[in-house]
């Protein structure tokens, strides 16, 4: 612990440990008042001098000093983060290796750090899309306030990013950006046109109105990079390629220009959201145009071969995954940006070939997995709890399916119901029951009674809340096994 004095807290007779202050929380301002934070039964406390600032009930110290003790609210995190700039995000993509940990829940941000302190990676604590928002009823503002609290709570100095992840308008990137997210990630989805796989060439010849410029620098065209990787490009696979990112392309330039050429955030252009694999020869198009035009990018999302799906492993053949990659890799290495790797929750199989294929060199987002491990806990802690929310799921299935594409199948799922209680974490490691919870994560916390009271959240918060560190334990062994099979790629090499 830093120094402290037991006459700063509120009560008399009691130690630092008894009130509950968290040890690495305690920290000097620049005038030398002593901050720091404390957990209280119902939630965790700021208590600081009354000069300070914070917003919050007054109280008279046993050292006679007028103190506030301050909920973690958004004005508080706003000074807090004037205060520390240690507790305020940065841009990090710079640095080789970076690492996303959505979380939804606001509360799993001391068990990512846990695990990140054994590696060198940075994280990006808050990483939401506008539609995990909508889905937990959050606020840009709430997903940075909880990485800010944490990070202050845990003493992390390291620094750490902030990103507005898969934003798809104008609108939604400047919300982002006026929340001080440090990180844009542009989903380009919906401007790359997923119907060009099944046209015929005829189909594609009239419907593909030729580029001089484009051709005179593609067509006909071998570029050759590090590792023996080779792209060609004749007339007819271009004219695809265009058709399929031409509007992407178009469409990214115009938020650069509009919102980011200026800004000190990482941008990272995600091509992931699609029907098909970005073909290598289609990464090197996409990267070089926008290079071409001036866009300066951090990182760029390729939708990779084989099945990304949620919350589970890599599906697909491990061999052409190793082939492809290589190529992606080579690309980002000629044009000095990271491959980033979308959907990278318990990625197993393929996070060594990431490592060593990248040289180090990566950005992985998770975020799932960090609900599942909650969703475990809750089947360790409160069974009957857990199988009221398991039946909701199998309920919620469908309508929760036309976000997502799984291949996860309910009927596969053994009766929750049949189940002994020390049995039931056991779900968590079969993959139709894991894409069940992870699908329905925003129907279960929003689901309410007749009289407009939560059906499971304020209950699941307040189990989270009495076993928070069982969960921080449980995502340290889960986030560290990513990052384990990730360094073991190339700390070898």
Known sequence: ???????????????????????????????????????????????????????????????????????????????????????????????????GVGDRLGIAAPGHLRALRRYDALPVLAQQSIRELNLTNRTYDDVLDRATFAVFREDWDRGFGADGDHLKTLDEVKYALSCGYTMITLDCGDRIRNNVGDMTDAQVGETYSPR?????????????????????????????????????????????????????????????????????????????????RGVSFASIAPRFCGEFQKGIDYIGDIDQFRREFLAHAAIAKHFGYKISVHSGSDKFAVFPIVGELTEG????????????????????????????????????????????????????????????????????????????????????????????SFVFKDRLNRLWRENDEAYFDLLDAHIGRHLELLYRGFENI
């Open 1 to 99: 612990m830093k120094i402290f004095d037991e006459r700063f807290l509120p009560n008399g007779d009691q130690k630092p440990e008894d009130y509950g202050v968290y040890p690495k929380s305690v920290h000097s301002a620049p005038n030398g008042e002593t901050v720091f934070m404390a957990r209280e039964r119902e939630s965790d406390v700021l208590i600081a001098p009354e000069q300070v600032g914070f917003i919050g009930a007054r109280f008279t110290n046993q050292a006679g000093d007028a103190c506030v003790k301050a909920p973690l609210n958004h004005e508080n995190a706003a000074l807090l983060r004037k205060i520390f700039p240690f507790a305020s995000p940065r841009p990090v993509l710079g640095e080789s290796r970076t690492f």
């Open 212 to 292: 001089p410029d484009w051709e005179k620098k593609y067509v006909g065209r071998r570029v050759t990079l590090d590792r023996g990787v080779s792209l060609e490009f004749d007339e007819a696979s271009f004219a695809r390629m265009a058709l399929i990112y031409g509007d992407a392309i178009e469409f990214a330039c115009e938020i650069y220009n509009a919102l980011i050429k200026d800004a000190a955030v990482d941008f990272e252009i995600s091509i992931d959201e699609t029907m098909t694999p970005t073909t290598p020869a289609q990464h090197y198009f996409v990267a070089r145009e926008l290079l071409d």
């Open 361 to 452: 060199r990566f950005h992985v987002k998770t975020a799932g997995t960090n609900w599942l491990e909650a969703m475990r806990l809750v089947a360790m802690k409160d069974p009957g709890l857990y199988r009221e929310v398991h039946r909701f799921a199998l309920s919620a299935f469908d309508d929760a399916c036309r976000y997502y594409h799984i291949t996860g199948n309910p009927r596969n799922i053994p009766n929750v119901d049949k189940i002994a209680d020390d049995k039931l974490p056991v779900l968590f490691e079969q993959n139709d029951s894991r894409q069940l919870i992870h699908i329905t994560y925003g129907m279960i916390l929003s689901e309410r009674s007749a009289d407009g």
